[in-house]
């Protein structure tokens, strides 16, 4: 065989290799039965779109847990909000955009959880997002700041108990150790 021949049958050996790895199934069926005999037959259209769909979502899943590693040591995220349920709290029908009023919103899922006598302001007029963010956080909880800097973002006014709150704050205890961010039966939802 001369030059030419080789130069051919190897041209000809790289295009059919090429065409194997980089086309779509179906051309690489047809590719390889028309070149070689008893190339197995492809699998129904059904099977391609079960395997494609395992594979997508496999994919999904395992960027979700790679996001949620990254966010596990310091940020948050809202179930619903992660599982794309939005119409859970969205309503693209509806005036305001959500399934309920702005203020009433997160009582959808959130039932009762104001208990006792005293009721911490933003908590008992729907203000959630006063300290959380609907949907993705940096801090745990879908808080909008640090715990430790969370309740002095409204709260600037001179501790009652100034020198007890001094000393609490000088050994990094903060505020939720012992007050319950929403409610409580004790005056200053004391735990």
């Known amino acids: 065989m001369g030059q030419k021949g080789k130069i051919g049958v190897f041209l000809f050996l790289a295009g059919l290799?090429?065409?194997?790895?980089?086309?779509?199934?179906?051309?690489?069926?047809?590719?390889?039965?028309?070149?070689?005999?008893g190339v197995p037959h492809l699998p129904p259209p059904e099977q391609y779109c079960k395997d494609y769909h395992n594979?997508?979502?496999?994919?999904?899943?395992?960027?979700?847990?790679?996001?949620k590693a990254e966010r596990k040591d310091?940020?948050?995220?809202?179930?619903?909000?992660?599982?794309?349920?939005?119409?859970?709290?969205h309503d693209k029908n509806s005036e305001s955009g959500f399934v309920a009023p702005k203020e009433k919103l997160c009582e959808v899922c959130h039932q009762n959880f104001i208990k006792g006598s005293f009721g911490h302001g933003p908590a008992i007029v729907g203000s959630c997002l006063s300290?959380?963010?609907?949907?993705?956080?940096?801090?745990?909880?879908?808080?909008?700041?640090p715990?430790?800097?969370?309740?002095?973002?409204?709260?600037?006014?001179?501790r009652m108990t100034r020198n007890l709150h001094?000393?609490?704050?000088?050994?990094?205890?903060?505020?939720?150790?012992?007050?319950?961010?929403h409610s409580g039966n004790r005056r200053y939802f004391l735990k």
């Not at 065409?19 to 070689?36: G, I, N, Q």
């Not at 903060?174 to 007050?179: A, G, N």
């Open 131 to 145: 300290c959380h963010v609907p949907h993705e956080a940096k801090f745990p909880r879908l808080l909008k700041f």
């Open 17 to 37: 290799v090429c065409m194997l790895c980089a086309c779509d199934p179906l051309t690489r069926y047809k590719v390889a039965s028309t070149v070689f005999d």
């Open 166 to 181: 001094d000393i609490v704050a000088a050994k990094k205890i903060v505020c939720s150790d012992c007050h319950d961010p």
């Open 74 to 89: 310091s940020g948050s995220i809202h179930p619903p909000y992660a599982m794309k349920r939005c119409n859970g709290c």
């Open 55 to 67: 594979q997508a979502t496999a994919r999904e899943r395992e960027e979700e847990a790679k996001k």
């Open 147 to 158: 715990k430790e800097e969370l309740c002095q973002s409204c709260h600037h006014e001179a």
